[in-house]
């Protein structure tokens, strides 16, 4: 547990850091936070009437402030605002504040609104667990939280370096693993993730560790805010980094790099980021958080229809949220990328889904989904191997699916869309590993690379 802590405290630093610099850019380069009734991307959420709701389900509060980063994860949240989903189940005072870094988020989160930060918003998986568990928080102060949907299925990459083109770096590493050998020796081949021990760094060392390169001992991992990904790659700092649309496919328009694999080659219908607020506000405004609820699926639904695309990407590339040109958010929305090395892919399964995916709901937060996360966490050493006893306990704790599926139940969400069990079953990833909730000591005995001895 101590090397743990010590890690995550080394890497708060190079968050923190970072960050502060990244404030700067993202300022400059992404546009500020929307203001109440500010910028053109306001109007259309004014636009909206509020529904008539009934006196038991008003919610008890109408003001909430809730954290996003300027990637495709955190599209229902702004798409909830904008279109008046929230205004039409009563939150007519939804705050949307952007964040510098995912640092920056777990601080917000740890002093809540009335501390001037956050009650909750987007998060990589398995933050709401950590910070429930004090892990990553300042001092290990224990801060309860709720995790209450999941955001997205697909929407991220890993993206390369043009300098590599040609060299085997793909989704199937085994011809590029001389390369790395060689680069170790020298000057490590140098690759970035958004935030240590969560979706990001999970995906690009599944990756890694599936062709055969250890992740820790083959290569240097840096933690970068995702909107500066871009600019590292520019400066040749980088190599690689791991993170949501549109970063990824920016690197390929601006010619930089190309992408070496979606992580929906790497898992197909993968879980992505998810929705999760403090415990203390949720137990204070159950109403209100199920308001929420109401506005983010039907957010996820509208965003679903794919004839809905093109809007969705003029919205969220405005100067408020990414800004960025929106044929950059655009073509991914439909499944189509451009991966820069001479490889197309034009497949809707491929793309993000929002509502639902190939496998079922992907709104509904699934407890086999936080299992697999934490499993990663000890795989790795992140969390001691008890934590594999623990983690069901935890995940009952912080997994509140039952407020999702009362939420539903209230949006008149048919029943066939409501799952009707905590676990998705096995999941099976690109290398032929599979992963069954039930077992999951197994999972990690057939890992070839692993830190934790099982």
Not at 25 to 30: I, P, Q
Not at 203 to 211: S, T, V
Not at 325 to 337: M, N, R, S, T, V
């Amino acid at each position: 547990m101590s090397d743990f802590l010590n890690q995550i405290s080394r890497r708060k630093f190079i968050v923190t850091a970072t960050a502060s610099a990244g404030a700067v850019f993202l300022k400059g380069c992404l546009g500020n936070p929307p203001e109440p009734g500010g910028g053109n991307a306001q109007t259309q959420s004014a636009a909206q009437p509020v529904a008539n709701i009934s006196p038991e389900l008003a919610p008890e509060t109408k003001t909430v402030k809730l954290g996003y980063i300027p990637i495709v994860e955190s599209a229902p949240l702004i798409i909830a605002k904008e279109k008046g989903f929230f205004a039409k189940y009563g939150m007519t005072d939804v705050e949307l504040s952007k964040q510098a870094s995912w640092g920056s988020a777990r601080d917000n989160v740890e002093i809540g609104s009335a501390g001037g930060g956050i009650d909750g918003g987007q998060w990589q998986m398995p933050m709401p667990h950590l910070i429930t568990e004090g892990l990553i928080t300042k001092g290990n102060q224990k801060i309860p939280m709720y995790v209450l949907c999941q955001l997205i299925t697909h929407g991220n990459g890993i993206a390369i370096a043009n300098k590599h083109l040609g060299k085997g770096i793909s989704l199937q590493l085994a011809s590029a693993k001389s390369l790395f050998t060689q680069l170790k020796s020298s000057t490590p081949f140098t690759a970035a993730f958004t935030f240590p021990h969560v979706n990001q760094d999970l995906w690009i060392r599944y990756w890694l560790a599936a062709g055969g390169i250890d992740p820790d001992a083959d290569v240097k991992l840096l933690t970068v805010p995702a909107a500066q990904t871009v600019a590292n790659m520019k400066t040749g700092t980088m190599d690689a980094f791991s993170t949501g649309d549109p970063w990824p496919y920016r690197l390929v328009k601006d010619k930089i790099g190309f992408m070496a694999a979606l992580t929906a080659e790497i898992w197909k219908n993968h879980p992505e980021e998810y929705f999760a607020m403090r415990a203390d506000w949720v137990d204070k405004n159950p109403k209100a958080t199920k308001a929420i609820l109401k506005g983010i699926m039907e957010a996820q639904q509208w965003l679903d229809n794919f004839d809905n695309r093109k809007e969705a990407a003029t919205i969220l590339s405005a100067r408020n949220y990414f800004n960025l040109p929106a044929d950059i958010l655009a073509e991914p929305f439909q499944g189509k990328y451009d991966m820069g090395d001479g490889r197309k892919i034009d497949d809707k399964s491929m793309a993000a889904f929002y509502w639902k995916d190939g496998k079922g709901s992907v709104s509904y937060p699934y407890k086999s989904h936080d299992l697999w996360f934490l499993v990663e966490n000890i795989r790795w050493g992140f969390l001691p191997k008890d934590y594999l006893g623990k983690a069901q306990a935890l995940i009952d704790k912080v997994n509140r699916e039952d407020i999702w599926k009362e939420a539903a139940k209230e949006a008149g969400i048919p029943a066939a869309d409501i799952p009707t069990s905590t676990s998705r079953g096995v999941e099976e990833f690109f290398d032929g590993v599979k992963f069954d909730p039930a077992k999951p000591e197994e999972y990690l005995k057939s890992l070839k690379l692993k830190k934790v001895s099982v």
